[in-house]
């Protein structure tokens, strides 16, 4: 009746459901560490290839990462919205995702444990300080 591709793809299913219910309600603040979280999540995945040495399943989980950071991160940098004031943090973030982005593929190419570690601080970095804004921002 139920085999065991039906129950994951089941699960799946409904694991995609509660993201896309949470991303829909989730405000701007907490969809950016949603995404700091899906990085977060698939360098923890390659790390876990990388040491098995399957270089398939490490490949595809930097691959996401990537995009997590190209896509979602970086390309969620709005200049005009900061100001004049904040159109330095933006240019440096800018500059530091695209750092992060190299390493990762650095990382990949070379099968670089290091580099992939120095990427998931960083990103430990600026997911912390959005944290803080967060912790910090007035409540209604």
């Known amino acids: 009746m139920y085999t065991p591709h039906t129950f994951r793809t089941g699960a799946g299913a409904y694991a995609r459901v509660g993201v896309?219910?949470?991303?829909?309600?989730?405000?701007?603040?907490?969809?950016?560490?949603?995404?700091?979280?899906?990085?977060?999540t698939s360098i923890g995945m390659a790390r876990h290839h990388m040491a098995a040495g399957e270089i398939v399943p490490k490949g595809n989980a930097i691959s996401k990462t990537i995009g997590i950071v190209d896509?979602?991160?970086?390309a969620s940098l709005d200049a005009k919205a900061a100001g004049p004031a904040g159109e330095e943090l933006v240019s440096n973030l800018t500059a530091l995702y695209d750092y992060i982005i190299q390493?990762?593929?650095?990382?990949?190419?070379?099968?670089?444990?290091?580099?992939?570690?120095?990427?998931?601080?960083?990103?430990?970095?600026?997911?912390?300080?959005?944290?803080?804004?967060?912790?910090?921002?007035?409540?209604?």
């Open 103 to 140: 390493r990762l593929l650095f990382a990949n190419l070379r099968n670089d444990a290091q580099a992939l570690d120095e990427a998931d601080g960083l990103l430990d970095n600026i997911a912390s300080a959005w944290r803080e804004i967060d912790a910090s921002a007035p409540r209604a």
């Open 20 to 40: 896309e219910t949470s991303a829909m309600s989730a405000s701007p603040h907490q969809l950016i560490c949603m995404l700091f979280d899906g990085a977060k």
């Open 71 to 74: 896509s979602g991160l970086k």
